[in-house]
């Protein structure tokens, strides 16, 4: 069992919709919780982080986190066309020297 | 301010050859991780400098790959004897002091095709 895994998508959506995007963790001592979102051809920047479990809401974007479950999510209100990337989860391993990676979902937002 | 830079944008090299890819982090950032980002197998962790020392060297997937940095600043990932495999997008990332709580800045990456 891979350390995170993400379904890949791809995912399209209206714009206006509502995106959920997922994750689920095998390590119940992992802590540290980011989002990143990969514009094509660029790096990936960062987007939410969280610690340990609950919400946190920046402007469209609530990133939630149930460790009973292990389980991630982020989502987009209000979708806009200059959502479409990818979206990567990421966690930080135990050590503090990597993130480990989910495959990443590319979501398209349509007008 | 700037951010994190790298060098080339776009390699393609012969099957046999070595490369050596270059990255800049952020001014004043003493921790530097290296990814590899291909289509089969997403983003993942290669090497984590803290000053000039790699204290973790894990993902490394082969004694081919090896990275060093320099003056606490610019770092150089070398691939020796390329292989088709390798052909990947190479993305370097630097973070204030390193550990969990500290956010990764990535750079553009660095795409190797291995011919």
């Known amino acids: 069992q891979k350390e995170v895994e993400q379904d890949p998508g791809p995912l399209s959506v209206p714009e206006g919709a509502i995106v959920s995007l997922n994750c689920t963790y095998s390590?119940?001592?992992?802590?540290?919780f980011m989002w990143y979102r990969q514009y094509s051809r660029k790096g990936p920047e960062l987007l939410m982080y969280?610690?340990?479990?609950g919400n946190k809401e920046d402007g469209r974007f609530t990133a939630q986190v149930d460790k009973s479950s292990k389980y991630i999510s982020l989502f987009i209100r209000d979708s806009q066309p200059s959502d479409s990337a990818t979206y990567l989860c990421?966690?930080?391993?135990?050590?503090?020297?990597?993130?480990?990676f989910g495959k990443g979902t590319t979501l398209s937002v349509s007008s | 301010g700037a951010g994190v830079s790298q060098s080339p944008s776009n390699k393609v090299t012969e099957k046999g050859k070595d490369v050596e890819l270059r990255c800049d982090p952020i001014?004043?950032?003493?921790?530097l991780y290296w990814y590899r980002q291909s289509l089969g197998q997403g983003l993942e962790f290669l090497i984590y400098?803290?000053?000039?020392?790699?204290?973790?060297k894990s993902g490394l997937p082969s004694d081919r790959f090896s990275a060093e940095r320099t003056g606490g600043s610019v770092s150089t990932l070398t691939i020796q004897r390329t292989q088709q495999e390798d052909s990947a997008v190479y993305l370097c990332?630097?973070?204030?002091?390193?550990?969990?709580?500290?956010?990764?800045?990535f750079g553009p990456g660095t795409r190797l095709t291995v011919l």
């Open positions: 990332a630097s973070s204030l002091s390193g550990g969990r709580a500290d956010t990764q800045y």
């Open positions: 390590n119940s001592a992992f802590q540290y």
């Open positions: 969280t610690y340990s479990s």
């Open positions: 990421a966690i930080a391993n135990q050590a503090g020297t990597a993130l480990i």
């Open positions: 001014s004043g950032h003493t921790a």
């Open positions: 400098f803290q000053g000039n020392s790699a204290p973790d």
